[in-house]
């Protein structure tokens, strides 16, 4: 039975007291998105395998060992969506949004499922943030795409952030690093992780992102991408650091930045917290020119970027960066007597329709416990309707936080609850 009351491993419940922060963190991240002409879309929780499969790459660890896969009862096989990429990817083609003014700005804020082993800020299912910009190559888009989520972590207050960017170039600059990369490797070959073994004939380039500890020490001194990127890569990536060094914005190039999903190209970037406890790494981003042709359009550029919204929530509340949330209630009605219980009920409906929360007893509680749940309640006035207020249409509006009360027409409460509001 214990399963019936414990939900699976690595989910979460947001519960009242959580969803009012999720909602504001949502608020701001769409007003910022607004600001930068992003526009929301909503694909679906799974898509066919196969898109994952070639838009995220199977030489993923997401890929090899994180998604949730199943056939469905028709036979087909079905992914939960692992990150938000390749449905927005699949999308801008199925609906060909391509037609319209491009480039393509789209956001998202959506559940996303992965079989990893579950901590503080890593979960089977999370959430992201994201955003992807489809149809424009130069670096203009890769400096304003950096900049969106720069302005929704400063906003949001996210202490200690960090930004690292680096450019891993394009499939002409890596056929070369690929194999400076191979001759580097191979002297150590044996030692390798299994998965690392495959990537070494498949994608070299992935080995740099193994999480296994001997293949991180076997990285140590490897060759690094950019070292050998072409011109026009390193073209775009200076571009790019002229546009954030003119816009002020703060980073660091860090050349050991790989990122987890295959078809990324030229730049990459993250942003790190350096708060402990919260998995560094907030936002992961970066330009995958290839995916578009990958999954069957022609060749478009683009550039997204997610953001763990648990461990933006993680990081937030260790520094206190939330602000003062509630939903508690406008008004409280308590009623004494049968007459003033019917009379409350449409009086109540009333003034929601005009704007004002409002909450009354269900319990048939005495006056004493009215009070004692509207304290327990947080709100923020309270008014006592009996015989005598109902026949005179009058009543004392009581201020909980101050103890005043004021004597007013019904029939202006609403008014008189808003201006002090
Ligand atoms: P990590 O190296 O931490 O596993 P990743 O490279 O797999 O991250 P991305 O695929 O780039 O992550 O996803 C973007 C962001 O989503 C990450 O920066 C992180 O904040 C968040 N994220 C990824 N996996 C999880 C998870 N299992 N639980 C919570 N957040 C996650
Ligand atoms: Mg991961």
Redesign the pocket.
């Known amino acids: 039975m214990r399963m019936l009351t414990k939900a699976p491993r690595?989910t979460n419940d947001i519960i009242p007291a959580e969803s009012v922060k999720w909602r504001y963190i949502e608020d701001v991240t769409g007003k910022i998105c607004k600001s930068y002409g992003f526009k929301e879309i909503r694909t679906p929780l799974f898509e066919h395998t196969e898109l994952f499969e070639r838009g995220?790459g199977d030489t993923t660890?997401?890929v090899q060992k994180?998604m949730y896969t199943f056939n469905d009862k028709g036979g087909r096989s079905i992914t939960l969506r692992?990150?938000g990429t390749a449905g927005a990817a699949r999308a801008y083609l199925e609906r060909n949004l391509y037609a319209e003014a491009q480039p393509t700005k789209l956001y998202y804020n959506i559940s996303?499922y992965?079989y990893?082993k579950?901590q503080a800020?890593?979960?089977?299912e999370?959430?992201?943030f994201?955003a992807e910009c489809y149809g424009a190559k130069g670096p203009a888009v890769d400096a304003e795409m950096i900049m969106l989520a720069e302005n929704v972590l400063t906003e949001l207050k996210i202490p200690g952030i960090k930004l690292n960017i680096n450019s891993i170039g394009c499939p002409t600059c890596r056929a070369e690093y690929n194999r400076a990369l191979r001759e580097y490797f191979s002297g150590c070959y044996d030692e390798l992780c299994d998965t690392c073994k495959s990537r070494y004939e498949k994608n070299p380039l992935r080995i740099l992102?193994c999480?296994s500890p001997v293949c991180k020490k076997l990285c140590e001194g490897a060759p690094m991408l950019l070292d050998y990127i072409c011109e026009e890569c390193s073209e775009h990536f200076e571009g790019l650091k002229k546009y954030l060094d003119a816009s002020h914005v703060p980073y660091n190039v860090d050349p050991t930045i790989v990122?987890?999903?295959d078809y990324y190209t030229k730049t990459v970037f993250?942003?790190k917290t350096t708060l402990e406890g919260t998995?560094?790494?907030?936002?992961?981003?970066g330009r995958y020119d290839g995916l578009i042709e990958e999954i069957g359009g022609s060749p478009t550029p683009a550039i997204g970027?997610?953001?763990?919204?648990?461990?933006?929530l993680l990081a937030m509340e260790a520094a206190g960066s939330l602000p003062e949330l509630d939903e508690n209630p406008d008004l409280f009605v308590a009623t004494i007597g049968g007459e003033a219980d019917i009379f409350s009920m449409n009086f109540i409906k009333n003034l929601r329709q005009e704007g004002i929360s409002a909450a009354r007893d269900y319990l048939d509680r005495s006056l004493k416990a009215q009070m004692k749940y509207a304290d327990k309640l947080g709100a923020r006035f309270s008014l006592v309707l009996g015989e005598t207020e109902v026949n005179e249409k009058r009543a004392k509006l009581k201020n909980m936080t101050t103890g005043e009360t004021k004597e007013i027409d019904l029939c202006d409460i609403a008014k008189a609850i808003k201006e002090e509001l």
């Open positions: 690595g995220v660890d997401v994180e692992p990150e996303c992965r990893e579950p800020g890593r979960l089977r999370f959430h992201q994201g992102d999480k990122r987890g999903l993250e942003f998995q560094g790494t907030v936002c992961g981003g970027f997610a953001m763990g919204m648990e461990r933006i």
